[in-house]
């Protein structure tokens, strides 16, 4: 069995429409997929049908911006209650602070001769309900400037660079509250890749557990080495929770993260859904998604 738990559509910055996704996954012989957009769930009833026309399982979720000591921090949330209001009006904030920054980045971009419009990129965000720096690089990319997105933020968008702007992101504690307050799944992503390192040490997830209810971290991604999974495994298994895999795919605006290039064992997913149904049921006021799982 198959399981893919952290994909993008270009409902947030990946460049598939959902339901060639959810085709994608099937033809690549994925059994389960979850759908991960960034703070928004604006694709999982459309992903929902194509997973059941297709005979394909779907777990609805999604891609929280979190911040820990000016470090960003990513947090999949799997089957929470997208219009729990408390987790809905910060996820908007986010959302808006993203678009908002974008005239930003185009005048730092233009200050250092770097040839892009707002309305160039705004070209690159259809479907989306909000925008951020891989639709200014997809930008980029249309009008010659560089080749792909990974050149794009290496030279102008990454941290550090002209073009990054700063935006609203929750701090990862309140964040897995709010989750878990809507009835879902807090699980951290790619802990140890990017800059998330730098503060995501055992001990900080050890505290998000204890503290907070962190249901699981992701350990099989393409930004950890192998050395880096089965240390976090390791770490998962001493502090008795979730771990998974996944390709954190998002179409052609990824290099090397594939459909099922990595995936989650069986357990894990079983492991997942059942800490999804008790805090389903801990969660009075949550209307909670279930999972297809044919």
């Not at 297709?54 to 777990?59: D, K, R, S, T």
């Not at 209650?81 to 809905?88: E, M, R, S, T, V």
């Not at 008795?240 to 993260?257: A, F």
């Amino acid at each position: 069995m198959r399981i893919d738990l952290h994909t993008h559509s270009n409902r947030s910055d990946g460049t598939d429409p959902v339901d060639v996704l959810i085709r994608h996954a099937q033809e690549a012989g994925l059994d389960v997929i979850a759908l991960t957009d960034h703070d928004t769930a604006a694709g999982w009833a459309e992903g929902r049908r194509a997973a059941e026309e297709l005979g394909i399982g779907f777990v609805p979720g999604l891609e929280i911006s979190c911040k820990l000591d000016g470090i960003s921090v990513h947090l999949l949330a799997y089957l929470p209650d997208p219009a729990y209001a408390p987790l809905a009006a910060d996820l908007q904030v986010v959302r808006e602070g993203r678009t908002d920054r974008i005239p930003t980045i185009v005048a730092r971009l233009n200050g250092i001769g770097v040839p892009l419009t707002v309305e160039e990129v705004l070209a690159q965000a259809t479907g989306t309900p909000s925008v951020g720096r891989p639709h200014v690089a997809d930008a980029l990319v249309a009008n010659g400037t560089v080749v792909n997105r990974t050149e794009a933020f290496d030279k102008y968008l990454a941290d550090g660079r002209a073009g990054h702007v700063p935006h609203y992101a929750l701090e990862p504690g309140r964040a897995i509250d709010l989750v878990r307050e809507a009835g879902g799944v807090p699980v951290i992503a790619h802990p140890w890749g990017r800059s998330s390192y730098k503060v995501m040490t055992e001990d900080t997830l050890g505290r998000l557990v204890q503290d907070h209810g962190l249901a699981g971290i992701e350990v099989d991604h393409q930004d950890h080495s192998p050395e880096s999974r089965e240390a976090l495994r390791a770490i998962a298994r001493n502090l008795g929770i979730v771990y998974t895999g996944s390709s954190d795919h998002h179409g052609l605006g990824k290099i090397d993260h594939d459909l099922g290039v990595n995936s989650t064992a069986p357990e894990q997913l079983e492991r997942l859904l059942e800490v999804a149904k008790a805090n389903a049921a801990a969660s009075a006021d949550a209307a909670v998604p279930e999972a297809y799982l044919p």
